[in-house]
């Protein structure tokens, strides 16, 4: 105990003293304390502090801190001191055993002077508890467990068993424990104890020896624990005869039969057919099981192998085929057992043998076979429905030959259903045939057997169409020529055609043209037809005379309308379009230049993936509330949406039963009529289409231009730019995009059409390039890596096929296709260069596809030149007749002219009328100039009459619009005149003057006619200038 004053600056001379019961004053680390005397408040012992201070008032005041005192709850604690005189008493009993007893206790003592008020000083208290022999021994766990091994010698080791005593090991003998056996093992032979312990250390040995564990597996002994005191403590010892390897093992049965199907080909069955169990009384038995060599057939295809109980399994190591003679009545053989893979065989004490017996079970594991698996039939477009094309005959060896046969067509190489087959391998036509729709057809025939489950082989029969002549020729462009009006006649324009069908049939080209006869007379007497040989023949389109915009503006010719198929595009559709492959985080926003229909849908496109997630295209409202979405899930096609402004009402048509993550190109089209929708994939055969027909609630879908048509998924803004795309379509192609049968570009090959423009694209790639997966493939050979787009395979190059075996490449034979058209002979040549077809007369081509064209002249080079310049020298001839005939016009236009002419000092610009342009000159040419050749009359005569044609007399002179209407029918029925002058000029607009000239009166008003009063002056100019001479009307009487 110690003790110290707080007051450093005075003298520390504290002197303390103990006193109390267990308090040895001249030994103080015997001191203790007495645990059977702490019942109540019991006196421990009393702490005396001193003051050096003399002048001072020295009442002390004692109180305690540290273990077993609680300040704050005193009646918790264990001790408490007198505050005045320093004795320490206990409070509660106290414990010093474990595992919740304390054996001894430390706190510490305050004493303050001036009555704890002054300076403070301490000692440390420490307080032992004497040990009491109050606990009785006790086994930890309860039993013990513990082993020998058997047949083992007396005295061998078992086990080991311990007890605890919580009283003080070094209290006299409180601890001290003594072992026995309380219920012993008694050896039923002799009647003696098996077992003996140590009643010091507790050991276990064994008594006597030779113990089996096959009669006994183990025993239970009652063990007691004794301390010095008497307590006693009772445990239980298991113990477990440990085995060895004693006992035979024997099979179950002396022959085993099982009844197994035949493999599927090579393909081997995982799971055992046979399962043998051995009896061995040793408890651990390491069974080593296999099949004996040569003692019977079939060993080799069989194995046995151990199971984890024990048991031991047969397995299938190679394929077993009901149709081999050699195993179609089983097999017989032994397996052997051996129950320790470190015992020789030659100990037949641990060896046994048992007969196994396998019978096999005939299944469907072949194919049918086709007699001829290629069949070549060709036939007219125009056949009739019903014809035969060909018989397809197949066999099956399954049940004995005797399987049926059932005969269908793929579908998927007959969409349209154009042909049937029944069940004895006709084929014959079902629906009519068109060879401009597909001159080839590859028919995919099925033969499938009756089998569990059926086995379906294949043939192909090659349907050629020939071509009839059941197709009118369609123009070349969509022709739309302009004539200005007023213009004299001219070539206007070439037209060409073209024919779907076979001109190597002479069902096509060259063409020849010609007038409608049903045309109305207008478009008869106002243009002509004529034939040109160039090409395939063309025809040349001209005008009979002059066109008055302001009468007609436009000859409209109906013009057919063209869809191409998907993937194409141009004039023709001969043009392939450009795909676009879409990255990770990639989209296509675009605008549209149209406004699409609102209770009407269709969207199209082609799209190549090998992802089974992500969004193709989507259109919406600004809003996202009406909407319908095109997307993948689970590699199926889907098509969303919701027609409802106010909330979502979403509905879904899905081709569930398609997968098309397989890297192939595919055509996707919806069709949506208000809340119906119709899904389609590659035409929609079977299970590529879907509908639903629920016309409940909206019907009308707005789509936003701007901001509302999004392919590859919708963009997402996170941040100022970091987007993250919605249902993001990634590492896949999309190409062709037509909403509403309107082409949408796709960049960066096309970032605009005329119906809308690509507004912004990320992370988008031109074309649909495969990510070259052979590039780290490896192949063995002969085989060669083939790119499948994003995925490849080892197959056999060009011209080669995998052998039967499937381990090498040959030659593959080209001709059994019967590649040669039109009775060409096929010849099969090696593999690089397939096939090569020798053609009969009058056709070529690698496969004879192509007529030869007759030649009746062959003309040498020296014939071809005189040729030649003799074309020259007549070309020279001709320009100098023509020169001669433009003097002589020339010359004819210089003769004085009579009254009528009209001469150019009273005709004034506005009069000629130089046209809505010309507004400083007028082109005089077109009056001076013939329009065609002069007539042979150039006495200004006028030409012949027809006899039913009376001449104008004087008394009509006075009406002009009688006179004016005869004189123009009589010039249009006379063919043969040619006009002296071309007063179609009249015809132009005026200059903005007043209506003084027919154009401006014309032009005044469009498409309506003028009354003017018959007095007009300026019309009585023009009656002097149409009135006949003296001598023309002389002329028209003798005539």
Same mark, same amino acid.
């Given at each position: 105990?110690?003790?110290?004053?707080?007051?450093?600056?005075?003298?520390?001379?504290?002197?303390?003293?103990?006193?109390?019961?267990?308090?040895?004053?001249?030994?103080?680390?015997?001191?203790?304390?007495?645990?059977?005397?702490?019942?109540?408040?019991?006196?421990?012992?009393?702490?005396?502090?001193?003051?050096?201070?003399?002048?001072?008032?020295?009442?002390?005041?004692?109180?305690?801190?540290?273990?077993?005192?609680?300040?704050?709850?005193?009646?918790?604690?264990?001790?408490?001191?007198?505050?005045?005189?320093?004795?320490?008493?206990?409070?509660?009993?106290?414990?010093?055993?474990?595992?919740? /007893?304390?054996?001894?206790?430390?706190?510490?003592?305050?004493?303050? %002077?001036?009555?704890?008020?002054?300076?403070?000083?301490?000692?440390?208290?420490?307080?032992?508890?004497? #040990?009491?022999? %109050?606990?009785?021994?006790?086994?930890?766990?309860?039993?013990?467990?513990?082993?020998?091994?058997?047949?083992?010698?007396?005295?061998?080791?078992?086990?080991?068993?311990?007890? &605890?005593?919580?009283?003080?090991?070094?209290? /006299?003998?409180?601890?001290?424990?003594?072992?026995?056996?309380?219920?012993?093992?008694?050896?039923?032979?002799?009647?003696?104890?098996?077992?003996?312990?140590?009643?010091?250390?507790?050991?276990?040995?064994?008594?006597?020896?030779?113990?089996? =564990?096959?009669?006994?597996?183990?025993?239970?002994?009652?063990?007691?624990?004794?301390?010095?005191?008497?307590?006693?403590?009772?445990?239980?010892?298991?113990?477990?005869?440990?085995?060895?390897? #004693?006992?035979?093992?024997?099979?179950?049965?002396?022959?085993?039969?099982?009844?197994? &199907?035949?493999?599927?080909?090579?393909?081997?069955?995982?799971?055992?057919?046979?399962?043998?169990?051995?009896?061995?009384?040793?408890?651990?038995?390491?069974?080593?099981?296999?099949?004996?060599?040569?003692?019977?057939?079939?060993?080799?295809?069989?194995?046995?192998?151990?199971?984890?109980?024990?048991?031991?399994?047969?397995?299938?190591?190679?394929?077993?085929?009901?149709?081999?003679?050699?195993?179609?009545?089983?097999?017989?053989?032994?397996?052997?057992?051996?129950?320790?893979?470190?015992?020789?065989?030659?100990?037949?004490?641990?060896?046994?043998?048992?007969?196994?017996?396998?019978?096999?079970?005939?299944?469907?594991?072949?194919?049918?076979?086709?007699?001829?698996?290629?069949?070549?039939?060709?036939?007219?477009?125009?056949?009739?429905?019903?014809?035969?094309?060909?018989?397809?005959?197949?066999?099956?060896?399954? $049940? #004995?030959? $005797?399987?049926?046969?059932?005969?269908?067509?793929?579908?998927?190489?007959?969409?349209?259903?154009?042909?049937?087959?029944?069940?004895?391998?006709?084929?014959?036509?079902?629906?009519?045939?068109?060879?401009?729709? +597909?001159?080839?057809?590859?028919?995919?025939?099925?033969?499938?057997?009756? /089998?569990?489950?059926?086995?379906?082989?294949?043939?192909?029969?090659?349907?050629?169409?020939?071509?009839?002549?059941?197709?009118?020729?369609?123009?070349?462009?969509?022709?739309?020529?302009?004539?200005?009006?007023?213009?004299?006649?001219?070539?206007?324009?070439?037209?060409?055609?073209?024919? $779907?069908?076979?001109?190597?049939?002479?069902?096509?080209?060259?063409?020849?043209? =010609? +007038?409608?006869?049903?045309?109305?007379?207008?478009?008869?007497?106002?243009?002509?037809?004529?034939?040109?040989?160039?090409?395939?023949?063309?025809?040349?389109?001209?005008?009979?005379?002059?066109?008055?915009? &302001?009468?007609?503006?436009?000859?409209?010719?109906?013009?057919?309308?063209?869809?191409?198929?998907?993937?194409?595009?141009?004039?023709?559709?001969?043009?392939?379009?450009?795909?676009?492959?879409?990255?990770?985080?990639?989209?296509?926003?675009?605008?549209?230049?149209?406004?699409?229909?609102?209770?009407?849908?269709?969207?199209?496109?082609?799209?190549?993936?090998?992802?089974?997630?992500?969004?193709?295209?989507?259109?919406?409202?600004?809003? +996202?509330?009406?909407?319908?979405?095109?997307?993948?899930?689970?590699?199926?096609?889907?098509?969303?949406?919701?027609?409802?402004?106010?909330?979502?009402?979403?509905?879904?048509?899905?081709?569930?039963?398609?997968?098309?993550?397989?890297?192939?190109?595919?055509?996707?089209?919806?069709?949506?009529?208000?809340?119906?929708?119709?899904?389609?994939?590659?035409?929609?055969?079977?299970?590529?289409?879907?509908?639903?027909?629920?016309?409940?609630?909206?019907?009308?879908?707005?789509?936003?231009?701007?901001?509302?048509?999004?392919?590859?998924?919708?963009?997402?803004?996170?941040?100022?730019?970091?987007?993250?795309?919605?249902? %993001?379509?990634?590492?896949?192609?999309?190409?062709?995009?037509?909403?509403?049968?309107?082409?949408?570009?796709?960049?960066?090959?096309?970032?605009?059409?005329?119906?809308?423009?690509?507004?912004?694209?990320?992370?988008?790639?031109?074309?649909?390039?495969?990510?070259?997966?052979?590039?780290?493939?490896?192949?063995?050979?002969?085989?060669?890596?083939?790119?499948?787009?994003?995925?490849?395979?080892?197959?056999?190059?060009?011209?080669?096929?995998?052998?039967?075996?499937?381990?090498?490449?040959?030659?593959?034979?080209?001709?059994?296709?019967?590649?040669?058209?039109?009775?060409?002979?096929?010849?099969?040549?090696?593999?690089?260069?397939?096939?090569?077809?020798?053609?009969?007369?009058?056709?070529?081509?690698?496969?004879?596809?192509?007529?030869?064209?007759?030649?009746?002249?062959?003309?040498?080079?020296?014939?071809?030149?005189?040729? !030649?310049?003799?074309?020259?020298?007549?070309?020279?001839?001709?320009?100098?007749?023509?020169?001669?005939?433009?003097?002589?016009?020339?010359?004819?236009?210089?003769?004085?002219?009579?009254?009528?002419?009209?001469?150019?000092?009273?005709?004034?610009?506005?009069?000629?009328?130089?046209?809505?342009?010309?507004?400083?000159?007028?082109?005089?040419?077109?009056?001076?100039?013939?329009?065609?050749?002069?007539?042979?009359?150039?006495?200004?005569?006028?030409?012949?009459?027809?006899?039913? !044609?009376?001449?104008?007399?004087?008394?009509?002179?006075?009406?002009?619009?009688?006179?004016?209407?005869? =004189?123009?029918?009589?010039?249009?029925?006379?063919?043969?005149?040619?006009?002296?002058?071309?007063?179609?000029?009249?015809?132009?607009?005026?200059?903005?003057?007043?209506?003084?000239?027919?154009?401006?009166?014309?032009?005044?008003?469009?498409?309506?006619?003028?009354?003017?009063?018959?007095?007009?002056?300026?019309?009585?100019?023009?009656?002097?200038?149409?009135?006949?001479?003296?001598?023309?009307? &002389?002329?028209?009487?003798?005539?």
């Amino acid at each position: 105990v110690t003790a110290s004053d707080a007051d450093v600056e005075r003298p520390n001379n504290i002197i303390y003293f103990l006193t109390g019961a267990g308090i040895d004053i001249e030994n103080p680390s015997d001191s203790y304390f007495d645990i059977n005397k702490a019942t109540g408040e019991i006196f421990v012992l009393k702490v005396t502090a001193s003051d050096a201070d003399v002048e001072r008032p020295n009442n002390i005041i004692y109180f305690l801190t540290g273990a077993g005192i609680d300040i704050e709850n005193p009646s918790d604690s264990y001790f408490d001191i007198n505050k005045a005189t320093g004795e320490i008493f206990v409070l509660k009993p106290l414990n010093r055993d474990p595992p919740h /007893g304390r054996a001894s206790w430390k706190f510490t003592v305050f004493a303050q %002077d001036e009555g704890g008020e002054g300076l403070v000083g301490f000692t440390e208290v420490q307080i032992n508890l004497k #040990d009491v022999n %109050d606990n009785a021994p006790q086994f930890p766990n309860g039993i013990a467990y513990g082993n020998v091994t058997e047949n083992g010698t007396i005295g061998m080791y078992v086990m080991t068993i311990k007890a &605890e005593d919580y009283d003080d090991i070094n209290e /006299g003998t409180n601890a001290k424990i003594i072992y026995s056996i309380e219920k012993n093992a008694i050896q039923e032979d002799t009647g003696l104890p098996i077992f003996n312990i140590n009643p010091d250390t507790g050991l276990i040995t064994t008594a006597v020896c030779c113990l089996d =564990r096959e009669k006994t597996p183990d025993y239970l002994l009652q063990i007691v624990a004794t301390d010095g005191g008497g307590l006693k403590g009772t445990g239980t010892a298991s113990i477990k005869v440990k085995d060895l390897n #004693d006992m035979p093992p024997r099979f179950t049965k002396d022959e085993w039969f099982v009844e197994v &199907e035949e493999t599927d080909g090579s393909v081997l069955p995982e799971a055992p057919i046979l399962t043998v169990t051995v009896n061995d009384d040793d408890e651990i038995n390491n069974f080593q099981y296999k099949i004996i060599e040569s003692s019977g057939y079939g060993t080799d295809k069989f194995a046995m192998v151990k199971n984890a109980d024990g048991t031991g399994s047969l397995k299938v190591v190679q394929p077993l085929d009901y149709e081999d003679p050699m195993q179609i009545n089983g097999f017989r053989f032994r397996i052997q057992v051996i129950d320790n893979d470190e015992i020789d065989e030659s100990d037949k004490y641990h060896v046994d043998h048992s007969w196994v017996i396998v019978k096999l079970k005939d299944i469907n594991d072949n194919t049918p076979r086709f007699k001829k698996p290629h069949i070549e039939a060709t036939v007219y477009e125009n056949a009739d429905v019903g014809k035969n094309l060909g018989t397809f005959k197949a066999v099956d060896i399954d $049940k #004995d030959g $005797k399987s049926k046969i059932t005969y269908s067509i793929n579908r998927a190489t007959d969409r349209k259903r154009q042909f049937a087959i029944d069940q004895e391998g006709t084929v014959t036509i079902h629906r009519e045939l068109d060879r401009e729709a +597909m001159a080839k057809h590859s028919l995919e025939i099925l033969a499938t057997d009756d /089998g569990v489950p059926p086995r379906t082989a294949s043939a192909i029969l090659t349907v050629l169409v020939k071509d009839i002549n059941d197709n009118a020729p369609v123009f070349a462009e969509d022709y739309r020529p302009i004539l200005l009006e007023n213009s004299p006649p001219s070539k206007i324009i070439e037209i060409s055609a073209v024919d $779907k069908d076979d001109r190597l049939e002479g069902n096509g080209a060259p063409f020849q043209f =010609r +007038m409608d006869p049903d045309a109305d007379d207008v478009i008869r007497t106002s243009f002509k037809v004529e034939q040109s040989n160039k090409g395939d023949g063309m025809a040349i389109i001209s005008s009979l005379g002059s066109f008055d915009r &302001e009468y007609r503006k436009q000859y409209t010719i109906p013009i057919a309308k063209c869809e191409c198929n998907p993937g194409w595009t141009g004039t023709y559709c001969s043009l392939p379009t450009t795909p676009t492959t879409f990255k990770t985080h990639s989209y296509v926003k675009y605008a549209l230049s149209f406004e699409p229909d609102k209770f009407t849908t269709q969207i199209q496109l082609r799209f190549r993936t090998r992802e089974t997630y992500g969004e193709l295209f989507r259109i919406s409202d600004q809003h +996202m509330r009406e909407y319908g979405i095109i997307e993948l899930k689970g590699a199926k096609v889907y098509f969303r949406y919701s027609l409802n402004t106010g909330q979502v009402e979403e509905q879904e048509v899905a081709l569930t039963a398609v997968e098309v993550d397989d890297g192939q190109w595919h055509v996707v089209k919806v069709q949506r009529y208000g809340s119906a929708a119709i899904l389609e994939l590659d035409g929609g055969e079977g299970a590529n289409f879907n509908q639903s027909f629920s016309f409940d609630g909206h019907q009308w879908l707005s789509v936003d231009k701007q901001e509302g048509v999004y392919a590859g998924g919708k963009p997402e803004f996170t941040g100022v730019k970091t987007y993250d795309v919605k249902s %993001d379509y990634q590492k896949s192609c999309i190409d062709d995009i037509r909403l509403d049968g309107k082409s949408l570009p796709l960049p960066p090959a096309t970032n605009g059409t005329q119906w809308g423009q690509a507004t912004m694209a990320k992370n988008i790639d031109r074309y649909c390039s495969s990510n070259n997966p052979c590039q780290n493939a490896y192949c063995p050979d002969p085989f060669e890596c083939v790119d499948l787009w994003n995925k490849y395979e080892c197959a056999c190059g060009d011209g080669m096929t995998i052998s039967p075996e499937g381990k090498t490449c040959i030659d593959r034979n080209e001709c059994l296709d019967y590649p040669c058209l039109n009775g060409g002979t096929c010849i099969n040549q090696e593999p690089r260069q397939k096939y090569k077809c020798i053609c009969p007369d009058w056709y070529w081509g690698e496969s004879c596809e192509f007529l030869k064209e007759r030649q009746a002249i062959k003309i040498s080079t020296s014939a071809l030149a005189a040729v !030649i310049a003799g074309l020259l020298l007549i070309i020279i001839l001709l320009f100098v007749y023509f020169s001669c005939s433009r003097r002589r016009s020339a010359n004819f236009n210089k003769k004085p002219a009579t009254k009528d002419d009209i001469h150019e000092n009273i005709i004034n610009y506005c009069d000629e009328g130089g046209g809505e342009n010309d507004m400083t000159a007028v082109d005089m040419k077109t009056l001076k100039i013939p329009i065609g050749p002069l007539p042979e009359l150039v006495q200004h005569k006028a030409p012949p009459v027809r006899p039913d !044609i009376a001449v104008v007399s004087d008394q009509v002179v006075g009406k002009v619009d009688v006179f004016l209407d005869d =004189r123009k029918r009589r010039v249009d029925i006379d063919s043969a005149s040619g006009p002296f002058d071309d007063l179609r000029n009249y015809a132009y607009e005026g200059c903005a003057s007043t209506s003084g000239s027919l154009s401006s009166l014309q032009s005044a008003h469009d498409d309506k006619h003028l009354n003017c009063p018959p007095c007009s002056y300026r019309f009585d100019k023009l009656i002097n200038i149409y009135e006949p001479s003296e001598a023309q009307i &002389e002329d028209d009487d003798v005539s």
